[in-house]
């Protein structure tokens, strides 16, 4: 059995933060990226549905690998999300993103968010900006 964490590319065996909240990278390829991730009990509101700020981070992290498709550290500049259906603790969410255009500096990509039905569950569009940071060292 392969170790799913040495396939990931440095940016991704290095963000602790999606690491944290499970998600999983599915699919990593230019201009194009899926990741899911299944909804704990750690990750409701009160009102027992998950926390809008998660939905957010799985289709942030989903926007941070398709929009680093080359050797340029890129950044977001901008992002909104449209919530559209609440989920529940077991559900296994999944976000899809594609990126839409990029010209110079800057781009825009575009992420749905669905659960395991494959319904709806939010719209996220995000804009770049690739700057002149460099990689951090991979062991530090």
């Known amino acids: 059995m392969?170790?799913?964490?040495?396939?990931?590319?440095?940016?991704?065996r290095r963000d602790r933060a999606s690491s944290a909240l499970g998600m999983r990278v599915e699919v990593d390829e230019p201009g194009r990226a899926v990741v899911s991730m299944?909804?704990?009990?750690d990750m409701l509101n009160g009102f027992?549905?998950?926390?809008?700020?998660l939905v957010f981070a799985?289709?942030?992290?989903?926007?941070?690998?398709?929009?680093?498709?080359?050797?340029?550290?890129?950044?977001?500049?901008?992002?909104?999300?449209?919530?559209?259906?609440?989920?529940?603790?077991?559900?296994v969410l999944t976000a899809a993103g594609t990126r839409r255009a990029r010209n110079g500096r800057t781009g825009l990509y575009d992420i749905t968010v669905t659960d395991e039905t494959g319904d709806i569950v939010a719209e996220f569009?995000?804009?770049?900006?690739?700057?002149?940071?460099?990689?951090?060292?991979?062991?530090?």
């Open 58 to 91: 799985l289709a942030d992290t989903t926007f941070a690998i398709v929009c680093n498709e080359d050797e340029k550290v890129t950044v977001a500049a901008g992002a909104d999300i449209t919530f559209l259906k609440s989920t529940r603790a077991g559900q």
């Open 38 to 41: 299944t909804v704990r009990e």
């Open 48 to 53: 027992d549905i998950t926390h809008g700020g």
């Open 2 to 12: 392969t170790d799913p964490v040495a396939d990931l590319r440095p940016m991704m």
């Open 125 to 140: 569009r995000g804009r770049s900006i690739t700057t002149n940071r460099p990689f951090p060292e991979e062991n530090s």
